[in-house]
């Protein structure tokens, strides 16, 4: 028989630590605030209301409330993404998502597949921008929000 059989050093990991039901999903911090969200859509609203679309959803698009844990806040910061969305003209969404930066094509993209699920009567027009976000971002994009499991 072997020296080491009533040795312990290889118990140094914990393995409990590892279990499934011990999981707890990474903590973050609450990105940005109900004022913020607020004030972000009123902003927004200004930039519509003087035609500038571009500005408009590059605005909605910035520092969306990822890790807020209101679901009020998310709400409505998806109401603010939607209502760009919907200012768009067919032959200026293209445009639009060409002049968008990796970050916020993939942001898009979240806010997409939550109009989907939670505006099934919107998903005629929610598919056209779909389609030039793919176009834009590639398969990856899709992918990067399915697997993503921070919620907008």
Not at 54 to 80: R, V, W
Not at 136 to 143: D, E, K, L, Q, Y
Request: hydrophobic share 35%.
């Amino acid at each position: 028989m072997s020296k080491a059989t009533n040795s312990t050093q290889f118990r140094t990991v914990d393995v409990d630590a590892y279990d499934e039901d011990n999981y707890e999903d990474d903590a973050r911090e609450d990105v940005s605030g109900s004022q913020e969200v607020t004030e972000r859509a009123g902003e927004v609203k200004k930039l519509l209301n003087l035609t500038k679309n571009k500005d408009a959803l590059k605005l909605a698009l910035q520092n969306p409330p990822i890790g807020h844990q209101d679901a009020s806040i998310k709400e409505q910061n998806y109401e603010t993404v939607l209502s760009v969305l919907k200012a768009f003209r067919t032959n200026e969404i293209d445009g639009a998502v060409g002049e968008l930066a990796d970050a916020d094509v993939d942001v898009l993209m979240k806010y997409l597949y939550k109009g989907f699920s939670n505006s099934p009567d919107k998903a005629a027009s929610l598919l056209l921008w779909h389609e030039k976000v793919v176009k834009r971002g590639g398969v990856g994009c899709v992918i990067r929000v399915m697997v993503d499991r921070k919620g907008i």
